[in-house]
Nanobody
Framework: QVRLVESGGESVQAGHSLRLSCAVS????????IGWFRKAPGKEREGISC????????YYADSVKGRFTISRDNAKNIVYLQMDNLKPEDTADYYC??????????????????WGQGTQVAVSS
């Protein structure tokens, strides 16, 4: 059975850091690329980062580039999202999901239908 379980979300002040985890079971991280998405109240879902299962290349949306870092631990089957210098506009529910691949690189669009349940991040000014 495939499961993606996010954790690590909490309430912090602006400028602080958080590390989100996406624990995967049912497949190994060399099978599917994983992406992080977020959904803020009143806004559309945004794909913010992904990591390719083929060559571990990464992608970041402009909104998080330079502040967030995606990585994976193949031994633990966990994908991390290190979030530094958090801003109030980063407040959202964060989800991990399987994403697509194009020319070996991940594309932060959902594919295969596997999603986690989400973890909440709140950043106060």
């Amino acid at each position: 059975q495939v499961r993606l379980v996010e954790s690590g979300g909490e309430s912090v002040q602006a400028g602080h850091s958080l590390r989100l985890s996406c624990a995967v079971s049912g497949f190994t991280l060399d099978s599917y690329s994983i992406g992080w998405f977020r959904k803020a109240p009143g806004k559309e879902r945004e794909g913010i980062s992904c990591i390719s299962h083929i060559d571990e290349s990464t992608y970041y949306a402009d909104s998080v580039k330079g502040r967030f870092t995606i990585s994976r631990d193949n031994a633990k089957n966990i994908v991390y999202l290190q979030m530094d210098n958090l801003k109030p506009e980063d407040t959202a529910d964060y989800y991990c999901a399987t994403v697509g691949v194009l020319f070996r690189r991940c594309v932060v669009l959902p594919e295969h239908g596997y999603w986690g349940q989400g973890t909440q991040v709140a950043v106060s000014s």
